[in-house]
């Protein structure tokens, strides 16, 4: 029985490896509601991920409305890739739906925090839980603070249903 | 609190297909073997189960190796293992090297040596022991039959003896494959230490309980996740001194009850994991190493177990898994996936860390074309 498709629950569509192994880290951490969240086979590409929503989960998340989806890709630079993302979802699913990753490739993540993409995954939950941005403030994550700001309100309830830390 | 009891390297020399072969798994609480069959990934289990099995008292040395264990039958090198342990904030290792000298049938232990922060508590050549002096106790030698390993029959006076320290984490290290066909929930008394099919599943479950009542609720807790139906689980005296594992399940159309033994495989899994994961909170930190844990589980149930176990090692003990499985591939990463591969069976086993391999698109692709190994 995977996450009960019937309470809420969320999907993670990475784009490649290296960020699928970034949302592996973010699974590990402690306090995560079990069977809250599913990582999904990566997509291979930016494009890929984008095409593979459409394709196999617009009709998904009509079915199943507790549904919310991570859409995990490399922005390669361009901030306005988000832009083009959102206009791919289907407005009545907008909601349930967010994309967000880094500004350049997990590669340089890694090499800018000095953490490998596991522990970058656990240090992003970790401020997740906490409410903090000790990562996500990073110079290659920080553009994805609009998304976050949605994510709070809708995500993380459902992964950290716990009390917050103080 | 954060209690390490990880291995940080193991080392194998000249036992089956492991020649010269070093594990260095130092600060992951989870790693996961991969590669074709026939490459080595369960005889890793087999040598850690030849150490568990020493710690558990197994000490003939006929009874832990034969000759046909040799690589290749290559007797003049002798048989190694050696393992470094961080246990307690201290670093344990222990190094056993056999030998089978001419016209022997039987293996005999040529080296054995049990360190603590690199200081020596006891070393051995053949049948020569030499205890060196720890805290109260003084220097002391004697000699032992060659074809015993001294590990399970030395004992020391100081409170915190560190062989008895080491000696019941290693026997407590977890080495499963289970065979749930044969999984029953019968049991006539208790253990903390399941055998490598956990066919003992009941006197584990017995053992826990009676070990930390509080260990119920977290296995409670588990199954509850992957069998919402489950209403509890009853363990009740069935004769004199044996109990049966029973499972009650309830919906709003009534409520049944299924012994152990008729449970589904993949749900003898789950129970399993359960069982794991509280014994890593109870009586751990434990190291468990589970030959592919994605055996008899539903695809959509595969990436769920195997994320679950890691995070239950994940602030305490260590997990190494096998895996075939694309979905428990994927729930590792580079950094803490190994590769273990051979050119035949006539090469040894070589491994390398597959965040060290040029990986050309998908890893599983990869994996399934064949094109991962040299």
Redesign the interface.
């Known amino acids: 029985m995977t996450p009960n498709r019937f309470r809420p629950h969320v999907m993670v569509l990475p784009e490649d490896r290296a960020n699928s192994e970034v949302a592996n880290g973010f699974l590990l951490d402690p306090s995560l509601a079990p069977r809250s969240v599913q990582v999904l086979a990566e997509a291979g590409g930016w494009t890929k991920v984008l095409d593979r929503f459409e394709t196999d989960h617009i009709v998904e998340m009509q079915k199943y409305t507790q549904r919310h989806m991570v859409l995990l890709f490399d922005f390669d630079g361009q901030e306005n890739r988000l832009a083009d993302a959102r206009n791919r979802i289907p407005p009545h699913l907008a909601e349930r739906v967010f994309v967000i990753g880094s500004l350049t490739e997990p590669e340089e993540l890694r090499h800018a925090t000095g953490l490998s993409p596991e522990k970058i995954g656990l240090e992003l939950a970790k401020d997740c839980r906490e409410d903090t941005a000790l990562v996500w403030g990073h110079d290659l994550l920080k553009h994805n603070a609009g998304e976050l700001v949605r994510m709070r309100e809708r995500v993380r309830p459902i992964l950290f249903p716990a009390p917050l830390t103080a | 609190m954060y209690h390490v009891a990880v291995i940080r390297r193991l080392y194998v020399n000249n036992y089956r297909c492991l020649q010269n072969f070093d594990l260095p798994i130092a600060g992951m609480p989870s790693a996961l073997l991969i590669g074709k069959n026939g490459a080595g990934k369960t005889t890793v289990g087999s040598a850690l189960e030849i150490l568990q099995k020493i710690a558990r008292g197994t000490n003939r040395v006929g009874e832990l190796v034969k000759p046909k264990d040799f690589t290749r039958g290559i007797t003049d090198v002798p048989m190694r293992f050696e393992v470094e342990v961080e246990l307690n904030k201290e670093i344990y290792g222990y190094v056993l090297a056999f030998e089978l000298p001419e016209k022997f049938k039987e293996l005999r232990v040529l080296e054995e040596k049990l360190t603590v922060e690199g200081k020596a508590v006891y070393t051995r050549e053949v049948a020569q022991v030499h205890l060196a002096k720890w805290d109260q106790d003084k220097i002391a030698d004697f000699v032992i039959d060659w074809h015993l390993v001294a590990l399970p029959i030395i004992q020391l006076f100081s409170p915190d003896d560190p062989i008895s320290v080491f000696k019941q984490w290693l026997a407590q290290m977890l080495i499963l494959r289970p065979i749930p066909p044969l999984i029953r929930g019968e049991s006539n008394e208790g253990t903390l230490q399941p055998n490598r099919t956990v066919t003992d599943l009941g006197a584990w479950f017995t053992g826990l309980l009676a070990s930390a009542p509080s260990a119920y609720g977290e296995v409670d807790d ?1 199954l509850k ?4 139906d489950l209403k509890d689980i009853r363990n009740p005296l069935v004769g004199v001194e044996s109990r049966n594992m029973v499972f009650q399940f309830a919906t709003e159309q009534g409520s049944f009850a299924i012994p152990c033994e008729d449970l589904s495989d993949g749900e003898k899994c789950f129970v399993v994991c359960a069982l794991v994961l509280a014994a890593n909170s109870s009586y751990g930190p434990l190291v468990c190493f589970w030959d592919e844990p994605d055996n008899y589980l539903s695809l ?2 595969v ?2 177990f195997v ?2 176990l ?2 239950g090692f ?2 305490g003990g260590q997990l190494i898994a096998t895996s075939h499985n ?1 979905e428990a591939i ?7 996936t190994f590769a273990l591969y051979r050119n035949s069976h006539l090469e040894p086993t070589v491994v390398r860390l597959l965040g060290e391999l040029q ?1 050309n ?4 692709e990869s994996l399934a074309r064949g094109d991962l190994w040299p």
């Open positions: 588990y996740q992957v069998m919402p959509d149930e990436g769920l994320s679950a890691r995070r994940q602030s694309p994927r729930k590792f990463s580079g950094e803490n990986i698109g998908d890893l599983v």
